[in-house]
Protein backbone atom coordinates (compact mmCIF):
# COMPACT_ATOMS: atom_id res chain seq x y z
CA UNK A 1 0.00 0.00 0.00
CA UNK A 2 3.07 2.52 0.74
CA UNK A 3 4.50 1.93 -2.44
CA UNK A 4 1.54 2.46 -4.94
CA UNK A 5 0.65 5.64 -6.10
CA UNK A 6 -3.45 7.14 -5.16
CA UNK A 7 -5.59 6.29 -7.99
CA UNK A 8 -6.09 9.54 -10.22
CA UNK A 9 -9.73 9.70 -10.28
CA UNK A 10 -11.27 10.57 -13.35
CA UNK A 11 -14.79 12.80 -12.94
CA UNK A 12 -16.56 15.35 -14.85
CA UNK A 13 -18.03 17.19 -11.91
CA UNK A 14 -15.56 20.59 -12.53
CA UNK A 15 -14.94 19.92 -16.09
CA UNK A 16 -17.63 18.97 -17.85
CA UNK A 17 -15.95 17.90 -21.44
CA UNK A 18 -13.77 15.69 -19.41
CA UNK A 19 -15.34 12.85 -20.59
CA UNK A 20 -15.74 12.47 -24.07
CA UNK A 21 -19.27 10.54 -23.33
CA UNK A 22 -21.02 13.25 -21.44
CA UNK A 23 -23.87 14.96 -23.54
CA UNK A 24 -22.12 18.31 -22.88
CA UNK A 25 -19.71 17.14 -25.13
CA UNK A 26 -22.39 15.64 -27.93
CA UNK A 27 -24.56 18.47 -27.83
CA UNK A 28 -21.05 20.61 -28.48
CA UNK A 29 -19.72 18.37 -30.88
CA UNK A 30 -22.73 18.86 -33.23
CA UNK A 31 -23.36 22.42 -33.04
CA UNK A 32 -19.99 23.08 -33.84
CA UNK A 33 -20.36 20.81 -36.79
CA UNK A 34 -23.66 22.60 -37.74
CA UNK A 35 -22.16 26.12 -37.07
CA UNK A 36 -19.38 25.50 -39.54
CA UNK A 37 -21.93 24.74 -42.11
CA UNK A 38 -23.31 28.10 -41.55
CA UNK A 39 -22.22 31.55 -42.81
CA UNK A 40 -21.37 34.09 -40.88
CA UNK A 41 -24.31 36.45 -40.74
CA UNK A 42 -26.53 33.03 -40.66
CA UNK A 43 -24.53 32.01 -36.87
CA UNK A 44 -25.31 35.38 -35.70
CA UNK A 45 -28.86 35.28 -36.25
CA UNK A 46 -28.81 32.24 -34.80
CA UNK A 47 -26.98 33.56 -32.06
CA UNK A 48 -29.29 35.98 -31.93
CA UNK A 49 -32.19 34.04 -31.62
CA UNK A 50 -30.96 32.03 -28.55
CA UNK A 51 -30.09 34.85 -26.42
CA UNK A 52 -33.34 36.33 -27.61
CA UNK A 53 -35.30 33.37 -26.19
CA UNK A 54 -32.87 33.16 -23.19
CA UNK A 55 -34.07 36.67 -22.16
CA UNK A 56 -38.01 35.91 -23.24
CA UNK A 57 -37.88 32.80 -20.93
CA UNK A 58 -36.03 34.37 -17.71
CA UNK A 59 -38.19 37.72 -18.01
CA UNK A 60 -41.26 35.48 -18.23
CA UNK A 61 -40.08 33.64 -15.26
CA UNK A 62 -39.87 37.15 -13.09
CA UNK A 63 -43.50 38.48 -14.41
CA UNK A 64 -44.80 34.64 -13.64
CA UNK A 65 -43.16 35.25 -10.54
CA UNK A 66 -44.18 38.26 -9.49
CA UNK A 67 -48.15 37.70 -10.23
CA UNK A 68 -47.74 33.98 -8.15
CA UNK A 69 -46.12 36.54 -5.39
CA UNK A 70 -48.71 39.27 -5.76
CA UNK A 71 -51.62 36.14 -5.99
CA UNK A 72 -50.05 34.46 -2.67
CA UNK A 73 -49.71 38.15 -0.75
CA UNK A 74 -53.85 38.98 -1.76
CA UNK A 75 -56.07 37.55 1.25
CA UNK A 76 -60.12 37.75 1.70
CA UNK A 77 -61.19 39.45 4.83
CA UNK A 78 -64.51 37.34 4.75
CA UNK A 79 -62.82 34.05 4.62
CA UNK A 80 -59.31 33.85 6.93
CA UNK A 81 -57.07 31.06 5.72
CA UNK A 82 -56.52 28.11 8.15
CA UNK A 83 -53.20 28.04 9.55
CA UNK A 84 -51.94 25.36 7.67
CA UNK A 85 -52.27 27.43 4.73
CA UNK A 86 -50.30 30.28 5.80
CA UNK A 87 -47.34 28.09 6.27
CA UNK A 88 -47.98 27.11 2.78
CA UNK A 89 -48.23 30.35 1.28
CA UNK A 90 -44.96 31.31 3.44
CA UNK A 91 -42.89 28.12 1.96
CA UNK A 92 -44.39 28.89 -2.01
CA UNK A 93 -43.28 32.58 -1.26
CA UNK A 94 -39.77 31.62 -0.46
CA UNK A 95 -39.44 29.12 -3.34
CA UNK A 96 -41.05 31.52 -5.67
CA UNK A 97 -38.19 34.39 -4.53
CA UNK A 98 -35.70 32.10 -4.68
CA UNK A 99 -36.80 30.87 -8.10
CA UNK A 100 -36.94 35.16 -9.15
CA UNK A 101 -33.28 35.10 -7.93
CA UNK A 102 -31.72 33.05 -10.20
CA UNK A 103 -33.26 34.17 -13.13
CA UNK A 104 -32.07 37.90 -12.26
CA UNK A 105 -28.94 36.60 -12.08
CA UNK A 106 -29.08 34.83 -15.26
CA UNK A 107 -29.89 37.74 -16.99
CA UNK A 108 -27.64 40.16 -14.81
CA UNK A 109 -24.70 37.37 -16.16
CA UNK A 110 -25.80 37.48 -19.66
CA UNK A 111 -25.93 41.34 -19.43
CA UNK A 112 -22.51 41.56 -18.01
CA UNK A 113 -21.38 38.49 -20.92
CA UNK A 114 -22.60 40.52 -23.70
CA UNK A 115 -20.96 43.92 -22.18
CA UNK A 116 -18.03 42.28 -21.99
CA UNK A 117 -18.40 40.66 -26.41
CA UNK A 118 -18.94 44.70 -27.11
CA UNK A 119 -15.97 45.35 -25.17
CA UNK A 120 -13.85 43.25 -26.70
CA UNK A 121 -15.37 42.37 -29.66
CA UNK A 122 -14.58 43.32 -33.45
CA UNK A 123 -13.82 46.98 -33.35
CA UNK A 124 -13.36 47.51 -36.71
CA UNK A 125 -16.85 47.05 -37.06
CA UNK A 126 -18.13 49.52 -34.71
CA UNK A 127 -15.95 52.02 -36.26
CA UNK A 128 -16.80 51.58 -39.55
CA UNK A 129 -20.27 51.90 -38.28
CA UNK A 130 -19.51 55.37 -36.76
CA UNK A 131 -17.52 56.26 -39.84
CA UNK A 132 -21.07 55.21 -41.93
CA UNK A 133 -23.16 56.98 -39.41
CA UNK A 134 -20.71 60.31 -39.27
CA UNK A 135 -21.08 60.67 -43.45
CA UNK A 136 -24.44 60.59 -43.32
CA UNK A 137 -24.85 63.04 -40.94
CA UNK A 138 -21.96 65.10 -42.99
CA UNK A 139 -24.23 64.61 -45.99
CA UNK A 140 -27.71 65.92 -43.83
CA UNK A 141 -25.84 69.20 -42.56
CA UNK A 142 -24.46 69.46 -45.82
CA UNK A 143 -27.78 69.21 -47.79
CA UNK A 144 -29.70 71.37 -45.08
CA UNK A 145 -27.03 74.28 -45.40
CA UNK A 146 -27.68 74.42 -49.23
CA UNK A 147 -31.36 74.25 -48.19
CA UNK A 148 -31.03 77.55 -45.83
CA UNK A 149 -28.76 78.87 -48.46
CA UNK A 150 -31.73 78.81 -51.04
CA UNK A 151 -34.22 79.46 -48.61
CA UNK A 152 -31.79 82.87 -47.60
CA UNK A 153 -31.23 84.06 -51.50
CA UNK A 154 -35.23 83.74 -52.05
CA UNK A 155 -35.69 85.70 -49.17
CA UNK A 156 -33.41 88.20 -50.53
CA UNK A 157 -34.60 88.38 -53.93
CA UNK A 158 -38.27 88.96 -52.73
CA UNK A 159 -37.05 91.56 -50.19
CA UNK A 160 -34.66 93.48 -53.20
CA UNK A 161 -37.40 92.99 -55.40
CA UNK A 162 -40.52 94.47 -53.09
CA UNK A 163 -38.37 97.19 -52.17
CA UNK A 164 -38.18 99.12 -55.61
Known amino acids: MQ ?3 PSARQTDFRRRTVLPATLQNLR ?9 ELTSDEYLDRVEEELNSVVDK ?14 LARLDPARPPHPSASSHRALASQL ?42 RDE ?24
Open 3 to 5: GTA
Open 28 to 36: TTTSQTSAL
Open 58 to 71: ETDSLVDGMRELVA
Open 96 to 137: RTEHMLRSAQSLLSLAHTLKLLHLFGDGQAGELAREKRDKEL
Open 141 to 164: IAQLKARARELAGHDVNLGGASAP
